[in-house]
């Protein structure tokens, strides 16, 4: 995993831990009735549930990133070695004259 992805991995984990201590805390914080406050537990599940949709989706879209750049730069690698492998074959047979 790169710098950048565990960077972006370690934020999506961040920002929903905030959410949910800074759910409770407003919880907490603000006493009301039993069904006000299972109504706002589902809303702000609801909303989690939403956020770490959207943070799977960003995450899942950078690894694509990554795994497509590392596969291009295999292939590149590929290239390179089986043109200087061609070079040196070619190299050795006009040193041998055939």
């Not at 831990?17 to 800074?22: I, L, S």
């Not at 949709?53 to 690894?63: K, L, M, R």
């Not at 750049?69 to 590149?76: I, S, Y």
């Given at each position: 995993m790169t710098n950048e992805q565990n960077t972006i991995l370690g934020l999506g984990v961040s920002f929903l831990?905030?959410?949910?201590?800074?759910g409770i805390a407003g919880l907490l914080a603000a006493p009301q009735s039993g069904a006000r406050t299972r109504r706002q537990i589902a809303s702000f599940a609801d909303d989690v549930r939403e956020r770490?949709?959207?943070?799977?989706?960003?995450?899942?879209?950078?690894?694509?990133r990554a795994i497509n750049?590392?596969?291009?730069?295999?292939?590149?690698a590929t290239?390179?070695?089986?043109?200087?492998?061609?070079?040196?074959?070619?190299k050795g047979r006009n040193l041998?004259?055939?």
């Open positions: 831990v905030g959410c949910v201590v800074g770490a949709g959207e943070a799977t989706e960003e995450t899942t879209a950078v690894i694509q750049k590392g596969r291009n730069l295999a292939e590149e290239e390179d070695t089986t043109a200087a492998i061609q070079r040196v074959i070619d041998v004259g055939t």
